[in-house]
């Protein structure tokens, strides 16, 4: 069956249809990187002979081969006898189906709960309906990873292809963004697998483009700020070319590019002055502090010694520690977790 495909791809460079069958033959019996290939003739062909890119239908059945899914087909029933006075590239893939779509993503799953940041969550996913391009901006440590991936989970269902996360803090060289953009997406580098020594390979951005051209997903590009100038790069590139990609970025500073709305990222609320702890704990960064102290040690509680306001008294009303609880004010016991005296100390011994 591959070789009778293969002398009608041969005959007809043109028939999308032909290759599109070739490549799922190609792929049920073990040979990627020769399949990758038929598609890239094809799109070369058409490319040179009438200026056009492959249609949806095969760009698609190109999209689950890099992703993996064309494994195992059923062979491929026979082929229908062409004559040489059809038109070519302009016969439908009526038989071929779109290659079904992957409802999935790589988005990390957390352990510990999302604190005080309902706003910036129902910000972030306005900005990706209305636009294509949003950043989080925000220093270090001030949970613009979190922020982005609740966000997109809220947003999840609208992208058919998923919402993918591409953690670029490991990523030192601006050179090495499409790849690792790649590897996140689950998709296949032909560079890794073609065997042929009279293939050119193909550049990894060309790859990333084409093989997001008719995907309709959300990527999410984490830690951008060591490699701004190289994302937004690349980020342009993808939306110039990739008319149903979403990005989201998180990163110190903005990319510049046009289209860009921002959400920069304001400190998690903090309680009034003599405010008393009952009352504290209704706000987020007091909660936040709270649940990931009681996390390393069971018995820490809020109590009136943080929030105590000038002139306040020490009989003033609040939330006590219960015995041997360590209080916020001291640090020590709150980070080590060690054992909190309420008595005194035992002299060393001699």
């Not at 996913?125 to 270090?140: D, F, H, K």
Request: charged share 25%.
């Amino acid at each position: 069956m591959i070789a009778e495909l293969t002398e009608l791809v041969a005959a007809h460079p043109l028939r999308e249809r032909l290759t599109g069958q070739l490549m799922r033959a190609l792929a049920a019996d073990g040979r990627t990187a020769d399949a990758l290939a038929a598609y890239d003739r094809l799109r070369v062909n058409l490319a040179d002979e009438l200026g056009v890119d492959p249609g949806g239908d095969l760009r698609a059945v190109h999209l689950a081969l890099l992703r993996g899914e064309i494994v195992g087909i059923p062979e491929v029933p026979a082929l229908p006898k062409h004559s040489d006075a059809e038109t070519p590239s302009a016969q439908p893939m009526p038989d071929d189906p779109p290659a079904e779509r992957l409802r999935h993503s790589n988005l990390r799953s957390f352990l510990t709960s999302f604190i005080g940041r309902g706003d910036e969550v129902r910000r972030v996913s306005g900005m990706l309906e209305r636009g294509r391009l949003a950043t989080i901006v925000g220093p270090g440590g001030a949970g613009k990873t979190r922020l982005a991936t609740e966000s997109a989970r809220r947003c999840e269902s609208h992208f058919p292809d998923g919402v993918w996360l591409v953690e670029l803090a490991p990523v030192s060289d601006t050179a090495t963004i499409s790849q690792a953009t790649l590897g996140a997406l689950g998709l296949l580098d032909t560079r890794s697998v073609d065997r042929r020594v009279d293939w050119h390979p193909r550049d990894t951005t060309e790859q990333l483009l084409d093989s997001l051209q008719a995907a309709h997903c959300l990527l999410i590009m984490d830690n951008c700020e060591h490699l701004v100038g190289g994302v937004a790069s690349l980020v342009d590139q993808i939306l110039a070319d990739c008319p149903d990609v979403r990005v989201l970025t998180t990163s110190r500073e903005p990319l510049g590019i046009v289209g860009e709305s921002l959400c920069v990222l304001p400190p998690l609320g903090l309680p009034p002055e003599n405010c008393t702890a009952a009352k504290a704990l209704r706000y987020p960064a007091v909660q936040l502090l709270a649940e990931r102290a009681q996390a390393v040690s069971a018995g820490f509680e809020v109590h009136r010694r943080i929030f105590r306001g000038k002139g306040s008294r020490d009989g003033q009303s609040g939330r006590r520690a219960r015995p041997g609880a360590p209080a916020v004010s001291d640090p020590p016991a709150r980070c080590r977790g060690r054992r909190h005296r309420t008595g005194p100390r035992r002299p060393a011994g001699r």
